[in-house]
T-cell receptor, first 113, second 114 residues
Framework: SQTIHQWPATLVQPVGSPLSLECTVE??????LYWYRQAAGRGLQLLFY??????ISSEVPQNLSASRPQDRQFILSSKKLLLSDSGFYLC????????????FGEGSRLTVL | AQSVTQLGSHVSVSEGALVLLRCNYS??????LFWYVQYPNQGLQLLLK??????LVKGINGFEAEFKKSETSFHLTKPSAHMSDAAEYFC????????????FGKGTRLHILP
């Protein structure tokens, strides 16, 4: 069966520090991968999605970036965090040529102080 | 471009009462539509989905939703609310011609009153 792992679960970082959130999927190959951010009162915002290794689409201009170094690995990064980067970050995957059903990780809660 | 609007960021219903969570969508092509549920500090899980088959879709936990093209709506209902239904609910849309992008609404938090 397929599983998705996301870490760390909780992170407290100072403003200006770097960020790396990692997500891996097991039990499937060539998945679509997604990073969403959930901020209080703002719903679920699509940040990045990827349909293959090295293929990243960005939905929102910001100081975050994403990379997909391996088929089932998706990394969210920042060189310098802002206060506004605080939120709940969710990684998700779907099968290729799917009907849109997403499978979510447990989330990473980032607090920037 | 596709979009989803959920009316009401918070909805309160009494235990045993009808649950109605509203969702309207905008899409230039036939959409796929979804409802997801999120319990506190967890990821989202799929409740139900519409993919151009039957317009009345039944999901898990007694929820169902009806696709109404004329109203561009996909409202979520449950005949009788249970305390365990308290959660945040998200409506989402994807383009049936392009399966790599799923857009979510802002969510509706459902409160169940005893």
């Amino acid at each position: 069966s397929q599983t998705i792992h996301q870490w760390p679960a909780t992170l407290v970082q100072p403003v200006g520090s770097p960020l790396s959130l990692e997500c891996t999927v097991e039990g499937t190959s060539n998945p679509n991968l997604y990073w969403y951010r959930q901020a209080a009162g703002r719903g679920l915002q699509l940040l990045f999605y990827s349909v293959g290794i090295g293929q990243i689409s960005s939905e929102v201009p910001q100081n975050l970036s994403a990379s997909r170094p391996q088929d089932r690995q998706f990394i969210l990064s920042s060189k310098k965090l802002l206060l506004s980067d605080s939120g709940f970050y969710l990684c998700a995957w779907s099968v290729q040529r799917n009907t849109g059903e997403l499978f979510f990780g447990e989330g990473s809660r980032l607090t920037v102080l | 471009a596709q979009s989803v609007t959920q009316l009401g960021s918070h909805v309160s219903v009494s235990e045993g009462a009808l649950v109605l969570l509203r969702c309207n969508y905008s899409s230039s092509v036939p959409p796929y539509l979804f409802w997801y549920v999120q319990y506190p500090n967890q990821g989202l899980q799929l409740l139900l989905k519409y993919t151009s088959a039957a317009t009345l879709v039944k999901g898990i936990n007694g929820f169902e939703a009806e696709f109404k093209k004329s109203e561009t709506s996909f409202h979520l209902t449950k005949p009788s609310a249970h305390m365990s239904d308290a959660a945040e609910y998200f409506c989402a849309v994807s383009d049936s011609n392009r399966d790599d992008k799923i857009i979510f609404g802002k969510g509706t938090r459902l409160h169940i009153l005893p």
